[in-house]
């Protein structure tokens, strides 16, 4: 019977969760409105512990709360979307397990020009990419950061901006690395016209691990923002040296950086996004968390070139349907042990409202990942259909049923699996 792993190192995540609830609460009196729903779902699956041979069914009953919240405008501003769950299975496959999700970030001015802030983000990540996604291959990240920010304008077109930042992160499993990360930034930016804008930014970034290794990296970049009528682009491009200290050895390593957002408005029912971004850093940094398909091994304690694409384009259809479609793919390059591990893939949903109380949802996802130092490749196809019927306005029911199958050239990691979900949710305000 598969259990869950050992003690979790979680009294700092939820100290900083803590701080940011009471950050955002400071602001309710004079906010919008908080958006509180919770719920129950029970997921019975053919195939509980994902494995290739001696399939055990079982059922998950979780229940759920989810908050969003965002500040009005102020002295002090903050963003806030929560989730809340705890999950139980019927024939205790796993043991009993918390379930959170965390999206802070805030600020407050001090003075004119000077302002602190703060933001964390709390995620369950996958601990191993080469084995199968259950309960027992997943840790908490909680990426907590905070520290004042100073803006100076140098007449009407020029802005000159410092920050300082203290950043920790901590995983909940005890064989996970985690770290305490020292920020300083300085960066120019010039008006060049109503849609141009660009500059230089320098950055330094000094981080400590608990497992006794230090991690040094130094940016230079060009930074640029360009919008046209119906399109806006931002990005930048420099280059970065990171060096590496552990166990009496020292790597220094260097290369060209770079990341983009681009958006496009096709027409007044189609979105089109592209987003990338190449970077020197480590398994503790937040690329993961802001680029969610990349997944770190967190075997590795060194450094990493990591670099992660995706486009896609939603549409909305006439018949009040949906379509959001999207690719990705991601590279990271461990430096200490040369290996690289890559990932690709796509997504589509698709959604469309039958009548005023009832909705169809549709799912298929695709990913392949390749581990040069194993030689192991590994496909992984899912697809789910589901049902949403609104009881009342607060109050609606939903179902779906689902399929998931993984290769692997190895046949580690390999499964099938068969779920369907029940699933009440009511929105409390």
């Known amino acids: 019977m598969a259990r869950s792993a050992g003690p979790r190192k979680c009294p700092e ?9 009471v950050f955002s609460a400071a602001n309710i009196a004079q906010s919008e409105p908080l958006n509180l729903s919770g719920g129950v779902t029970s997921r019975f699956t053919d195939n509980a512990a994902r494995t290739s041979s001696n399939e055990t069914s079982d059922t998950e009953t979780r229940a759920n709360l989810a908050l969003t919240h965002r500040t009005d405008p102020g ?11 705890y999950g139980v299975w019927h024939d205790e496959t796993f043991d009993p397990r918390n379930y959170v999700a965390l999206d802070f970030d805030g600020d407050c001015e001090i003075a004119r ?9 709390l995620r369950d990540v996958t601990q191993n990419a080469r084995a199968s996604d259950t309960q027992d291959n997943r840790t908490r990240k909680n990426v907590f950061s905070t520290g004042p920010v100073y803006s100076l304008m140098l007449g009407q077109l020029d802005q000159l901006t410092f920050s300082a930042k203290y950043q920790n992160t901590e995983y909940s499993e005890p064989e996970d690395p985690d770290s305490d990360r020292y920020i300083g930034t300085a960066s120019w930016n010039h008006i060049f016209s109503q849609t141009l804008s660009g500059g230089l930014q320098f950055r330094t970034n000094r981080a ?7 991690i040094d990296t130094d940016v230079a970049t060009v930074v640029f923002s360009k919008s046209w009528q119906a399109t806006s682009l931002s990005g930048s491009v420099g280059v970065s040296e990171i060096e590496s200290r552990f166990g009496g050895n020292t790597q220094k390593n260097d290369g060209v950086v770079w990341n983009f957002s681009l958006d496009r408005e ?10 990338g971004s190449r970077e020197l850093t480590d398994q503790t940094s937040d690329f993961d968390i802001r680029f969610g398909e990349v997944v770190f091994n967190l075997r590795e304690v060194s450094a990493v070139e990591v670099t992660a694409l995706s486009a896609g384009f939603v549409r909305q259809f006439s018949d009040a349907s949906t379509i959001d479609v999207g690719v990705f793919g991601n590279r990271s390059h461990y430096f200490r042990t040369d290996e690289v591990e890559e990932a690709v893939g796509f997504a ?4 469309r409202t039958i009548s005023t109380l009832l909705t169809l949802q549709t799912r298929a996802r695709y990913r392949h990942r390749s581990f040069d130092s194993d030689n192991i490749d590994s496909d992984t196809y899912s697809a789910d259909i589901g049902l949403t019927y609104e009881l009342t306005q607060a109050l609606d029911v939903s179902s779906r049923v689902g399929h998931t199958t993984r290769d ?6 390999e499964y099938q699996e068969n779920w369907v979900s029940l699933a009440l949710n009511y929105q409390f305000f």
């Open 13 to 21: 995540i939820f100290r900083f969760t803590i701080a940011c609830a």
């Open 113 to 121: 020009g000077l302002s602190w802030e703060a933001s964390d983000n």
């Open 75 to 85: 002295k002090c501003e903050s963003r806030t979307a929560a989730e809340l769950g």
């Open 348 to 351: 589509v949903n698709y959604n």
């Open 408 to 413: 692997s050239d190895s046949g580690f990691g």
């Open 208 to 214: 400590e691990l608990d497992t006794g290794a230090e």
């Open 266 to 275: 096709i027409n007044p029912v189609t979105q089109a996004y592209i987003r």
